[in-house]
């Protein structure tokens, strides 16, 4: 989903080790629909070379203000871009920022424009918390440049601390949260994600493989697009994310009762969780015991309450509910009957019966179904796959 459909960047990146990350991100950045042009320092060239960047946006690569072809070029590559971000961004390149240097055409554009810039950090641990490129940031900083990153961890000189930019879709989300795509801004938005666990005894549950990936990733996409998030998330080892609810519970029926509580406080409901259909009849308050003389053990199931159902039978302040729909066979047909036993408005099949998708995947594929329509969201990461789903349910409030 072209989540950057439109917007004008330019890549501005000099001579550091990360530059080799450019081709990825300029690569992602097109894919979210974004209009790339790429200005290199000579340094740079000698990290990633031009044909790269110019094969991958599909345009010249500029190096030089000289000569007569080139003697207005920052002026117009100044006026060119939404936003220009310099990766990676040296202690150099910042020292020159700072001061206001202009001796090529990357630092002489940056004085000529009026368009935001954001730098991406990267240098040595030292290099970086060195008073000079401290101060010369916090300078930065105040007059209005976007400062992503760095982050901490290994370094090319082999150190461990704080210097490495950010990743390339780190770098991604930063720019489409610079460009504000809040499409669900002033929503709330209930989310269900991973697995229940039935107890059978004080140590024992069933359960299933959902990992929670696709319900948190949903989560993320709806607070980058200014929605209000309550995640309503089974056990999984996924760190709460930033700035949403999370409700953590258990069984089916405590996921039962917590949604249903919150459901028509929301707009949207989205049910991602695995939920297990059915749980032990009774929970054992002792260890079940092996005995000598069972060969076999028969455990009786009930039933669990159909939460996304009794979403969809409210009545008043019903939000628009979303179900998921996990199959191995029949995949449409089955999916059709939940939309319709479960009065849903729209619901996302994922074929889990693929070993690189569904299930405790960083990987998914989704269509979507309306009574009278599908749409095909190809396998991709999940993280994109939860923006497109959450685009999608925008259009449709
Ligand atoms: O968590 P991950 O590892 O990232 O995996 C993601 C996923 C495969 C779990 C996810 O993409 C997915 O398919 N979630 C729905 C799983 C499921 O329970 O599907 P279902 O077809 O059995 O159920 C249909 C719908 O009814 C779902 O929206 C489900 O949340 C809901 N349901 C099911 C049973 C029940 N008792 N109550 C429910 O609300």
Redo the contacts with the bound molecule.
Sequence with gaps: MQTLSGKRILLGITGGIAAYKCAELARTLIELGADIRVVMTQTATKFITPLTMQTISGYPISFSCSGKKYSMKHIELAKWPDLILLVPATANLIANMRVGIANDLLSTLILATNTPISIAPAMNQNMYLNRATQENLTILAERGINIWGPKSGKQACGNLGLGRMLEPIQLVERCEVFFQIKCLQGKSILI???PTHEALDPVRYITN???????YALAEAAKLFGAKVTLVSGPVSISKPKNITRISVKS?LEMHQTILNHAIKHDVFI???????YRPKTISSQKIKKTDNRTQMNIRLVK??????DVGKLVKNRPFTV?????TQNIEKNTLD?LIK?NLDII?A?N?ACSNQ????DY?AITIYEKQKKTQLPLTS?TKLAKAILLYISECL
């Design positions: 269900s994600a991973g493989y959902s990992s929670g990936k696709m319900g089916a049910s991602c969780a695995a939920v297990a259909d669990n309450p159909d939460i996304v159902a179900g998921f729909s996990a199959e939940k479960k996302c994922n889990v569904g299930f405790n995947s998914n999940k």
